[in-house]
């Protein structure tokens, strides 16, 4: 039986290459004070950026709903499909839950994973599934697989600016303040689920050190493996800048790369500026 992969905008998959590699990206509700907007179908990335930079009050998300999930769970039960549907990590929403509820009437059909990941970490494994899939894989194939190397998929982010955390709740005014005088640019990534300053670096170039020690940490990059880059901001010239000025020290982990504009998810929360690397490890 054929089947098909779903997932959420929490993926920062865009709509052109969900339709490409034959996905279902389900879009986050995103709220900017009585508007709502449907994440990556009528709020682009760009958008969102554009908006978030002009509004003094932190954008809200909400997760999908359990009904939202039983009507695309119906259309490929209906269409004599199974369902693969992995979500970003049931850490930091309650998105997973949400498709369990949906999927439990169900049964076999449709199984549901909780990807431990979210943003570009969460685009490199379906992208894999993708990959699994197409290489002939069952369902169950396909998510016993996911299931076995979602542990080895990192995400390392160097963040611009304190001040959307602070927006957002994540740290106080004072720490941001005082992060912002001394250019201090946290390094994040997902451990266990959930998102992990892992250190703060005054400045970028420290920071980005910090990031590629933690490259080697993790025991380097799997090239056969799927990877991409992620950027913050409503232009992909903050990317290009970025790779320019410290081309030196990433390029051996970067050269040619699809480049991923990041959504309100993280983005809320990262504001612009913000690059990050999605990848899989060397670990078996």
Request: net charge negative; glycine share 10%.
């Amino acid at each position: 039986m054929s089947f098909r992969i779903i997932t959420d905008s929490a993926s920062d998959i865009p709509q052109e290459t969900a339709e490409k590699w034959g996905v279902m990206v389900m879009p986050i509700h995103t709220r900017f004070g009585e508007e709502e907007y449907l994440d990556g179908v009528t709020l682009k990335p760009e958008q969102f950026f554009e908006k978030l930079v002009k509004t003094d009050e932190i954008p809200r998300t909400s997760q999908i709903t359990p009904y939202e999930f039983g009507q695309e769970f119906q259309k490929a039960v209906d269409a004599g499909e199974s369902v693969l549907c992995i979500t970003m990590s049931a850490g930091v929403s309650g998105t997973y839950h949400s498709a369990c509820t949906a999927a439990a009437e169900y049964g076999s059909s449709v199984r549901v994973i909780d990807s431990r990941q979210f943003c570009i970490s969460l685009y490199v494994l379906i992208q894999y599934a993708c990959i699994c899939r197409d290489k002939g894989m069952s369902m169950e194939e396909t998510g016993d697989a996911i299931e076995k190397v979602k542990g080895r998929v990192h995400v390392i982010s160097v963040f611009a600016t304190l001040e959307y955390l602070r927006l957002g709740g994540r740290i106080s005014s004072a720490a941001a303040l005082a992060g912002n005088l001394l250019s201090i640019k946290p390094v994040i990534t997902v451990r266990d689920g959930v998102v992990e300053v892992i250190s703060r670096a005054r400045g970028t170039k420290k920071a980005l050190k910090m990031a590629v020690d933690f490259i080697r940490q993790v025991g380097g990059i799997d090239e056969s493996m799927p990877r991409c880059l992620g950027f913050t901001g409503a232009s992909e010239a903050v990317m290009t800048s970025f790779l320019s000025d410290h081309a030196a020290a990433y390029k051996d982990y970067v050269c040619g790369l699809t480049i991923v504009p990041v959504g309100a998810t993280v983005g809320t929360y990262a504001g612009p500026g913000a690059v990050a690397l999605a990848f899989f490890d060397n670990g078996e």
